[in-house]
């Protein structure tokens, strides 16, 4: 009897040239997760079922989140139907959605007590609404089960699923988060499947339904684009009104992944940062370990902070105006 073949976890990159993995610098290296409450947190979201993107993606903030309570859960299964060359999560055939996944992210965020939860997915290319009915089922579970906490989602793009957006942004979470990845020239080669004028157009629909709920995206940098790139995508961003973008350093999850071009220093990190500001968003937030999901619950209460600074600023000005006209 022949030996069973071991399942690859991302089977089109098997014949791929090696890229070797460069050591990281001192700047970007983090303690291996050891704590008692990172095992509590691991050991709920496997009690309740539940997928992780801090696993699936190898994040390398898992140690300090989950010693936190703070876990990015995944739903729709943990198999995605995109090949994207960057990313860790397991491509194939797409796991049976759960018709309990919504209610067991609801028991989740009671039994963590969290304020804040950030809710992503796998891309679900083969589901008419490519999952958007699920997100919005779980956020409405969330909302039902702990009225007090805050919801933030990370979805895919919903290419070629119309109304799929909509049905999302009716469940109104409070963010509402799509990630550009990369500078557009990038996107042949790191991630093929999508369309960077179909992300920029998602963020745009949503403030154009919503424009209460805040939105995100965020990129990777280390992949080979330029300064001038990453400016252009900042300015992408603003004109489809985009409220908070980061910027994080591209770590290479294998051999046959992506080939990290190079490690991108914190000085310029900063000047990302710096240049971000003074385009205009609420918040943006650049260094090497940068996430999406990152301290996710704490920016959310100065995104709120600042745009109530915004509001006043603009409150103040119109008074101004008039008193001048009335002089």
Same mark, same amino acid.
């Given at each position: 009897m022949s030996?069973v073949?071991?399942?690859?976890?991302?089977?089109?990159?098997a014949?791929?040239?090696?890229n070797?993995?460069?050591?990281?610098?001192?700047?970007?290296?983090?303690?291996?997760?050891?704590?008692p409450?990172?095992?509590?947190t691991?050991?709920?979201?496997?009690d309740l079922?539940?997928?992780?993107?801090?696993?699936?993606?190898?994040c390398?903030?898992?140690g300090?989140?989950?010693s936190?309570?703070h876990?990015?859960?995944?739903?729709?299964?943990?198999?995605c139907?995109?090949?994207c060359?960057?990313?860790?999560?397991a491509?194939g055939?797409?796991?049976q959605? $759960?018709?309990h996944e919504?209610?067991?992210?609801?028991?989740?965020?009671g039994?963590?007590g969290l304020?804040?939860i950030?809710i992503?997915?796998v891309d679900?290319d $083969?589901?008419?609404?490519?999952?958007?009915?699920?997100?919005?089922?779980?956020?409405?579970?969330v909302r039902?089960?702990?009225?007090?906490?805050?919801?933030?989602i990370?979805?895919?793009?919903?290419k070629?699923?119309?109304?799929?957006?909509?049905i999302?942004?009716?469940?109104?979470?409070?963010?509402?988060?799509?990630?550009?990845?990369?500078a557009p020239?990038?996107?042949?080669?790191?991630?093929?499947?999508?369309?960077?004028?179909t992300?920029l157009?998602?963020l745009s629909?949503?403030?154009?339904?919503d424009?209460?709920?805040?939105?995100?995206?965020?990129?990777?940098?280390?992949l080979?684009e330029?300064?001038e790139?990453?400016?252009?995508?900042m300015?992408d961003?603003?004109?489809? $009104?985009?409220?908070?973008?980061?910027i994080?350093q591209?770590?290479?999850?294998t051999?046959?992944?992506?080939?990290?071009?190079?490690f991108?220093?914190?000085?310029?990190?900063?000047?990302?940062?710096?240049?971000?500001?003074?385009?205009?968003?609420?918040?943006?937030?650049?260094s090497?370990?940068?996430?999406?999901?990152?301290?996710?619950?704490?920016?959310?209460?100065?995104?709120?902070?600042?745009?109530?600074?915004?509001?006043?600023a603009?409150?103040?000005?119109?008074?101004?105006?008039a008193?001048?006209?009335?002089?």
């Amino acid at each position: 009897m022949s030996a069973v073949e071991p399942h690859l976890r991302h089977p089109e990159k098997a014949n791929r040239p090696d890229n070797p993995i460069q050591r990281k610098p001192a700047w970007i290296r983090v303690k291996a997760p050891v704590s008692p409450e990172y095992h509590e947190t691991r050991k709920l979201m496997r009690d309740l079922k539940l997928n992780t993107v801090c696993e699936e993606a190898a994040c390398p903030n898992i140690g300090e989140c989950w010693s936190k309570g703070h876990a990015t859960v995944m739903i729709l299964g943990s198999v995605c139907t995109r090949a994207c060359a960057f990313c860790n999560i397991a491509t194939g055939r797409p796991d049976q959605l $759960d018709p309990h996944e919504p209610q067991h992210v609801a028991e989740a965020a009671g039994r963590l007590g969290l304020n804040h939860i950030v809710i992503t997915s796998v891309d679900r290319d $083969d589901l008419e609404d490519g999952g958007a009915r699920h997100f919005a089922e779980t956020i409405r579970a969330v909302r039902a089960a702990s009225p007090d906490t805050t919801i933030e989602i990370l979805t895919p793009d919903f290419k070629n699923k119309p109304g799929a957006v909509e049905i999302v942004v009716e469940a109104r979470p409070d963010v509402f988060n799509h990630n550009l990845e990369t500078a557009p020239r990038l996107y042949p080669s790191i991630r093929p499947g999508a369309r960077y004028f179909t992300s920029l157009q998602l963020l745009s629909r949503v403030k154009e339904l919503d424009p209460t709920i805040f939105t995100k995206s965020g990129i990777m940098v280390g992949l080979g684009e330029t300064a001038e790139e990453v400016g252009q995508v900042m300015d992408d961003l603003r004109a489809a $009104d985009v409220d908070f973008m980061t910027i994080g350093q591209y770590l290479q999850p294998t051999p046959k992944h992506a080939k990290l071009d190079r490690f991108v220093t914190p000085e310029e990190f900063q000047s990302h940062e710096k240049i971000g500001r003074g385009k205009g968003f609420l918040m943006i937030s650049a260094s090497p370990l940068t996430r999406s999901s990152y301290h996710a619950g704490a920016d959310f209460e100065r995104l709120k902070a600042a745009r109530l600074a915004r509001l006043g600023a603009a409150a103040g000005s119109i008074d101004l105006v008039a008193l001048a006209r009335g002089a």
